[in-house]
């Protein structure tokens, strides 16, 4: 789902919006400023009824929600009744509304948006500087302030699991006689059990957004989450998980085995260098959670190709592909053959010299 959900201001009535620099929801009318769990407190349903019934929303906290969907990329946006048209945050196409919200998962607990439109705009053009051989032109062509604060879903795996690695370890020494130099090599097997726990593992519930690219911009802090309030939806959109956690689970427990494996290997030290030979890892029991973590996010085309980017609205982690101008690249390239040329040339002249 992308979603933008209104909130009313209680001293003018006007709407609110959540401000990532206050982390407070602002009223652009009155300026008067409110902490979400302020207005948690005003609103008729009780956080006791939330609690117990947190798997599900609650009629109404979707009554003013919509589905809206893009009939280019298949993406679900949830919009207020209000907005007469909505762009796509992954492809940027026009959506059309579907019907009203209803059926999802409720999220367990959200990360609020720390870094601001501004910031990330920014860190857009900075990393579009930082790359030699990007077209001059993308920068304007890409449409940076089109960039938008997005609630990315990601299902959080926890578990605990015994586990049995079997490493080799190297040890190579260097000697040499009068007429040869030699290399040994010694192999050693290192053997490391035990248990390891480990939560809030994160895998995105979302098919438009590829693994690596949310991975790339980790981590975020889930110890700094809030329990899940709608007031910090305010003036953001949300997206629809179409990932459901039992197809997530498979890429949680490969994850959680890479981590167990890197903690396991730190013990082993006294070698040259180490290899994996043998594991045994059997993730038992998973606890699930379902949190919305906050994402700048802007989907532009250039030459007729999709360039997606992705920034942590939490820390301000940036990553994303970029066009390559291969008319600069090629002159870079080959102006330094060229000079390289020159050099060997006059090495060579300057030896024949000598000789």
Avoid at 152 to 165: E, G, I, M, N, T
Avoid at 252 to 271: G, P
Wanted: net charge neutral.
């Amino acid at each position: 789902m992308a979603d933008v959900v209104s909130y009313k201001c209680p001293n003018c009535g006007g709407a609110l919006a959540f401000d990532p620099k206050l982390q407070k929801l602002k009223c652009p009318f009155c300026d008067s400023d409110f902490f979400p769990e302020e207005l948690k407190q005003n609103m008729e349903t009780e956080d006791a009824q939330l609690q117990l019934d947190s798997e599900v929303w609650q009629a109404d906290e979707t009554a003013n929600m919509r589905v809206y969907e893009c009939q280019s990329c298949g993406a679900e946006i949830v919009a207020e009744p209000t907005a007469a048209a909505s762009k796509c945050p992954y492809c940027d196409n026009n959506v059309i509304m579907k019907g009203q919200f209803a059926g999802d998962l409720r999220p367990d607990l959200i990360i609020p948006f720390k870094e601001t439109k501004k910031q990330a705009v920014e860190k857009f053009r900075k990393h579009i500087k930082s790359r030699k051989y990007v077209p001059k032109v993308f920068g304007a062509k890409g449409h940076p302030d089109e960039i938008k604060g997005v609630y990315v879903p990601f299902w959080l795996f926890s578990s605990s699991a015994d586990v049995d690695f079997t490493f080799t370890g190297y040890k190579i020494s260097h000697y040499q006689d009068s007429s040869y130099r030699y290399t040994e090599t010694e192999t050693y097997d290192c053997r490391r059990a035990g248990t390891i726990s480990l939560k809030y593992v994160p895998v995105d519930g979302s098919s438009k957004l590829a693994d690596e690219l949310m991975e790339t911009i980790e981590p975020f802090q889930v110890a700094k989450a809030k329990p899940f309030n709608m007031s910090y939806l305010s003036g953001f959109l949300a997206d629809r998980y179409d990932v459901g956690y039992e197809a997530c689970r498979k890429r949680a427990e490969e994850r959680m085995t890479v981590t167990a494996e890197e903690e396991f290997r730190r013990s082993v030290r006294e070698y040259d260098s180490l290899t994996i030979s043998k594991r045994k890892v059997d993730w038992g029991g998973m606890n699930i959670s379902y949190g919305l973590f906050p994402v700048w996010l802007l989907s532009t085309i250039y030459h007729g190709k999709s360039y997606q980017f992705a920034m942590n609205g939490q820390n301000g982690k940036f990553a994303g592909d970029l066009p390559v101008d291969r008319g600069a690249f090629f002159r870079s390239r080959l102006v330094i053959f060229i000079i390289t040329a020159l050099i060997v040339t006059a090495l060579i002249v300057l030896v024949m010299m000598f000789v």
